[in-house]
Antibody, heavy 123, light 107 residues
């Protein structure tokens, strides 16, 4: 059974750095083709893809946020960590991690999601 | 970046109705199009991948079609549990972009 669970602070202050952890089970990020992504959703708004890390430790970022984002993995703990620097109130959102697979020539779909963690940015 | 545009942004329908949601990509994405259902306060759930492949456990009243730039999600015979927000998402290239969502409400 595949599960993902996000954890991190519910409240951060403007200019602070946010660190979120995705802890997963039921698959391994050492398996070829396996990837984990972070996606966020501001209240009442659409989903926004942020970053992805693959089994080979390749990393992909949303261009407009690239300077603020870092994604990393700890395969021994089955965790993926996202850090976002210089947080602003507009970054208030529910942050999800999700699994996606790469077939070798194309990306598949986000087939499993965590329940999400709500992060509020406020002083 | 590939932009995804959904229409309509909201839709009201009766139980039993057939509804269609449209998603248009800003460039050709072949069939690299996925559909998700999101209920209030919950994570999105994958319904259809590769434009028309129904995920295991998803009712057959859901169907997807399209290729290139234009795609549709059809729900035939709406059930009470289908009232939710639906998102399309392209997996052709990074950034893996989503549409703005279509909110489906009970009339």
């Amino acid at each position: 059974q595949v599960t993902l669970r996000e954890s991190g602070p519910a409240l951060v202050k403007p200019t602070q750095t946010l660190t979120l952890t995705c802890t997963f089970s039921g698959f391994s990020l050492t398996t070829s083709g396996m990837c984990v992504s972070w996606i966020r959703q501001p209240p009442g708004k659409a989903l926004e893809w942020l970053a992805l890390i693959d089994w080979d430790n390749d990393k992909y970022y949303y261009k407009s946020l690239k300077t603020r984002l870092t994604i990393s993995k700890d395969t021994s703990k089955n965790q993926v960590v996202l850090t976002m620097t210089n947080m602003d109130p507009v970054d208030t959102a529910t942050y999800y991690c999700a699994r996606i697979r790469y077939s070798g020539y194309d990306w598949k779909a986000f087939d499993m999601w965590g329940q999400g963690t709500m992060v509020t940015v406020s002083s | 970046d590939i932009q995804m545009a959904q229409s309509p942004s909201s839709l009201s329908a009766f139980i039993g109705d057939r509804v269609t949601i449209t998603c248009r990509a800003s460039q050709s994405i072949s069939n690299y199009l996925n559909w998700y259902q999101q209920k209030l306060g919950k994570a999105p759930k994958l319904l259809i991948s590769a434009a028309s492949s129904l995920e295991s456990g998803v009712p057959s009243r859901f169907s997807g079609s399209g290729s290139g730039t234009d795609f549709t999600l059809t729900i035939s015979g709406l059930q009470p549990e289908d009232f939710a927000t639906y998102y399309c998402q392209q997996s052709y290239s990074t950034p893996l972009t989503f549409g703005q969502g279509t909110r489906l409400e009970i009339k």
